[in-house]
């Protein structure tokens, strides 16, 4: 028969009230700080991220009226430029078309040639990857028959015994 005791219960309460302790002070607290450092590490991440948001808004502003500087001096000149004799006027033209065809000309090159050698990387990263799995595939086949001798000499060692 199951019997209850005062001190039975007595212990139980302790013991749980111990084991509380414990807990708290070995689990409970080092979790937590754990958890609260991770907290500021998030919240020290966002910080940055905001800070240098803000620095690229003012950076794109900065560039934004620097580009409209830009333009308001291209617009002078090209008033000035027009002031001028016609035939300035098409030599000037004359020469940025020049300029602009070079090099647009030359930006083409190099994109061709960039994007040569992105293929050639990539071919070369496809015949690697083809190697490696070809090397694997003729390892699985030797390992399988290493596992396949290992089995029958354990068999025969069984059928010897």
């Known amino acids: 028969m199951l019997e209850i005791s005062f001190w039975n219960?007595?212990?139980?309460?302790?013991?749980?009230?111990?084991?509380?302790?414990?807990?708290?002070?070995f689990l409970f607290k080092p979790v937590h700080k754990v958890l609260e450092a991770r907290k500021a590490d998030i919240q020290k991440q966002y910080d940055d991220a905001a800070a240098a948001q803000k620095d690229a808004?003012?950076?794109?502003?900065?560039?934004?009226?620097?580009?409209?500087a830009v333009d308001k001096e291209k617009e002078a000149a090209i008033a000035d430029a027009?002031?001028?004799?016609?035939?300035?006027?098409d030599r000037i033209?004359?020469?940025?078309?020049?300029?602009?065809d070079k090099i647009v000309n030359t930006a083409r090159e190099k994109a061709k040639a960039a994007a040569n050698e992105e293929k050639r990387k990539a071919e070369e990263e496809i015949v690697g990857m083809v190697r490696d799995a070809a090397s694997k595939i003729a390892e699985s086949e030797s390992d399988a028959k290493l596992y396949d001798s290992f089995l029958k000499k354990v068999s025969d060692e069984a059928d010897a015994e």
């Open 82 to 89: 027009k002031k001028k004799a016609s035939a300035e006027y």
């Open 9 to 25: 219960i007595a212990f139980t309460v302790i013991n749980v009230l111990i084991l509380y302790i414990v807990f708290r002070l």
């Open 57 to 68: 808004e003012n950076l794109k502003a900065q560039y934004d009226a620097q580009m409209q």
């Open 93 to 100: 033209i004359g020469s940025a078309n020049a300029e602009s």
